[in-house]
Every structure is written in structure tokens, then in C-alpha cells.
């Protein structure tokens, strides 16, 4: 299973904010993936994919480093579904009325 150094994890904060890490057990594989930025976003949203073309492509966009297994493997890939997700989790903006 890969597992990144403290520096590397901490370089990727740098660079781009929040990190996770997706790791499947069975198959002692794990990645890291960055959160999508505005535009990457766009991209990813014109495309009108199905729910696994999407997640496909969120993967490969998001991509550092890691088990390429994590994005090959169809196995692990279907049981990634929600965890996904948390790639796509942002800031809660409050609205205040004047």
C-alpha cells in the first residue's frame, strides 16, 4: 500500500488546500487526491457523464501520487461511489440579509 511522506503531504496542503487519501483494504492499495479547482470543475460538469464517467474523470483529474489500482482496478473503483464525493465538499458560505 503506498503510503506518501509527511513532506510530500505537506507540500500537497500547500499547493492545493485539503487532501485525502482513498485506501481499500482487500486489496492493500491506497491513493491521494487533491480537490478540483473552479475551472476543472466546469470541465468536469459540461461533460454530461454518467455518475462513472464523472467519477473517472475526477479521479485522473485529481490524481497525485499513489496505487494506480485505486483508479484501474474495477473493483475498488465501484467501491470508491461516496467516498468520492468528498473531493466535492466546500466551503459553507452563510447568506446575510441587509
Given amino acids: ?11 500537497w496542503k500547500a499547493a492545493h488546500g485539503e487532501i485525502i487519501r482513498l485506501k481499500s ?3 492493500d492499495k491506497s491513493a491521494y ?7 476543472e470543475m466546469e470541465f468536469l460538469s459540461s ?4 455518475g462513472i464517467k464523472f467519477n473517472a474523470a475526477l479521479l485522473k483529474t485529481c490524481y497525485l501520487d499513489g ?9 475498488i473503483f465501484m467501491g ?3 467516498q468520492i464525493m ?3 465538499t466546500f466551503d459553507v458560505v452563510e447568506v446575510e440579509k441587509l
Fill in 25 to 27: 483494504a482487500k486489496y
Fill in 1 to 11: 500500500m503506498f503510503k506518501a511522506t509527511t513532506e510530500q503531504i505537506e507540500d
Fill in 47 to 50: 461533460n454530461k457523464s454518467s
Fill in 33 to 39: 487526491f487533491r480537490k478540483p479547482n473552479r475551472k
Fill in 80 to 82: 470508491i461511489g461516496e
Fill in 86 to 88: 468528498s473531493l466535492l
Fill in 67 to 75: 496505487d494506480k489500482e485505486i483508479e484501474t482496478n474495477d473493483d
